[in-house]
Each structure stands twice: as structure tokens, then as C-alpha cells.
């Protein structure tokens, strides 16, 4: 014999409709988005790998969680650089040699360090490689704060892929006709690619004098002929502690925390830090860009928004 118990079987329909309708108003919780931070150079040689170790140095010092990511895949530096040699690298992820966890170096400084190391497509990886290269990505930065990227010198298209899907673009030029001339060339680049995140520069081994005035010049060739505007992020000054640093395969900021150079990484992190939101612009938004731009308009399903 059955028994039934309309209240109770009232009360536990009233109870299953508020649950649908509280579902249906509560939003759904987002996973944490880090801001992401391109670092790069219009030719090699001007610093870019330094700048990137010591920003990412100094943003961790000031309480940020931090993953550095070098990109540059068969000359990474950042590893040389720290004096490290991690077991497993980037290129071992994409080729499948070892887990995305597995590839990822915890630095004493407590920064979360991703070195490119080597694999068979060079800097021109295959879809089902990019594929691999994104979830390795996505699954180490919902850990993190912010993201450093320090990518290689020049024009090619994965170069150019890493810079379009980061939140901030920044350009390392040194105040040399040439380095002018190339971070000019890398400028106009994107630009024919329509990037339209924020671009700043920074001028390595000068004066504040001499590097406002680089600046100036390049900044205005920039507007007259490209028709964009870039933001000034200030200049390390040419420094000998930097040098000793890079042969004790120390950060300088570390080894000689005073030094003018480590001021210089500190104004930068000062400017860079006023600009980050406490999340990226957009859920999802770099390893979505990035995909559009390596894998072209047909996006990684989970990875689009």
C-alpha cells in the first residue's frame, strides 16, 4: 500500500522550483582571468629578455603572482639569464614529452617560469601543436595574476600572434637609428594586422633625456604615418651592474636592488601596475585572441569567446 503525503510532497515541489529560479538569476561564476603582458623588440639585441625577467621580478616582489613565459622557441634566454636548467620546457609540452605542471620551474622569488626550449615546427607551429600550446597555457594561468610573455625579435607570424592576444604590447627599442627604425617597422606591422590593445614603449640603455627624445621620434613617425598613438613607459639607463648581473646569471633588480637600472624596472612596474585591472579585460580573452591569430578565423572550440 502507498502512502501519500501531499504537504510534504507540496513543500518539496516549492522547494525544487526555488532552486530552477535561483539558478536562472544567479550569474555563473567566471574563472580567474589574468592580465597578460607582451614584452618584444623590433630587433634582437636590445634587452627585451632582461626587461621581462626583471619586470616580472619586480611585479612578484610587490605581491602579484606571476607566470614568465619565453616564447622565443630554439633561443630562449630567460633560463641562461637565471642560471636554471629546467627539466622539461614548452617544447617538450607541445610535443607531448611531458605535462603542461611538469614543464612549469617555481622560482625562489616565487615567479612561475615556462621556458620555450626547441620543437620540430620551429616558430611556426602546426594546428594540432597550437592546440596542445593553449591548453598548456590555459591550465597554468588561472593560477596566476599576471602573465609576462617575452617573445622573439622580429616580424613573424607567431611573434605577431603572442603580441595582438596580449591585454598590453610593450616595445623594447634602444635609442639607435636602427632599433628606431625596426620598432617603427614592427609597429606598422601590426598595425596592418589592426592591433588595437594598448602599445607602450620603453627605451633601453639611454638617458631620460636622450630617450624622451628617441621617443619623440619614433612616437611621431608613428602617428603621422600609421596613424597610431603609443604611451611612453619610461627608460633604463645604460647601467654596469646590469652586465655583471647577466654574468652571475642573477637578476639585477635582485643582486643590486639600488642600482639605476633596478630604479628604472621600478618605475616601469610603478607604471604598468596603475594600468592593471585586478582581471583581464575580457574571460577567456588572450587564449582566444591567440588562437584566432595562430589558427586563423576558425577559433579552438573552449577557447573563443
Known amino acids: 500500500m502507498t502512502i501519500r503525503c501531499e504537504g510534504t510532497l507540496d513543500q518539496a515541489m516549492r522547494l525544487r522550483q526555488r532552486v530552477a529560479a535561483a539558478a536562472r538569476v544567479t550569474p555563473a561564476v567566471q574563472p580567474h582571468v589574468p592580465n ?4 618584444s623588440g623590433g630587433k634582437g639585441g636590445v634587452g627585451k629578455s632582461n626587461i621581462s625577467l626583471n619586470l ?17 622557441f630554439g633561443l630562449s634566454n630567460l633560463d641562461v639569464l637565471l642560471g636554471v636548467s629546467p627539466r622539461f620546457d614548452l617544447g617538450d609540452v607541445i610535443e607531448g614529452r611531458c605535462d603542461p605542471a611538469d614543464a612549469l620551474m617555481t622560482l625562489p622569488s616565487g615567479i612561475s617560469l615556462l621556458v620555450g626550449g626547441d620543437f620540430a615546427d620551429g616558430d611556426s607551429p602546426t594546428p594540432d601543436r597550437v592546440r ?13 595574476d599576471c602573465v609576462i610573455i617575452d617573445t622573439r625579435a622580429g616580424l613573424s607570424d607567431t611573434v605577431m600572434a603572442f603580441l595582438l592576444a596580449a591585454d598590453t ?18 609597429v606598422k606591422r601590426l598595425c596592418s594586422l589592426r592591433a588595437d590593445g594598448s602599445l607602450g614603449i620603453v627605451m633601453n640603455r639611454c638617458e631620460p633625456r636622450e630617450a624622451r627624445r628617441a621617443y619623440r ?3 611621431g613617425m608613428m602617428r603621422r604615418f600609421l596613424g597610431r598613438d603609443t604611451v611612453f613607459l619610461g627608460s633604463i639607463p645604460d647601467d654596469a651592474r646590469v652586465v655583471a648581473a647577466v654574468r652571475r646569471q642573477v637578476p639585477f633588480l635582485e643582486l643590486y636592488p639600488s642600482c639605476r637600472a633596478s630604479l628604472g624596472i621600478g618605475k ?6 596603475g594600468d592593471l585591472p585586478d582581471e583581464g579585460p575580457e574571460p577567456g580573452g588572450f587564449l582566444g585572441r591567440l588562437a584566432r591569430h595562430l589558427l586563423g578565423a576558425k577559433a579552438i572550440a573552449g577557447h573563443d569567446n
Do not use: K
Open 169 to 186: 604590447m610593450i616595445m623594447v627599442s634602444t635609442a639607435e637609428p636602427t632599433s628606431i627604425l625596426d620598432t617603427y617597422r614592427t
Open 268 to 273: 616601469l612596474a610603478a607604471e604598468i601596475c
Open 56 to 72: 616580472a621580478h619586480c611585479l612578484a616582489g610587490r605581491g602579484h603572482r606571476v607566470m614568465l613565459v619565453d616564447t622565443d
Open 132 to 144: 596542445t600550446l593553449l591548453g598548456a597555457l590555459s591550465a597554468q594561468m588561472a593560477e596566476v
Open 36 to 39: 597578460t603582458i607582451a614584452v
Open 217 to 219: 621620434s619614433l612616437a
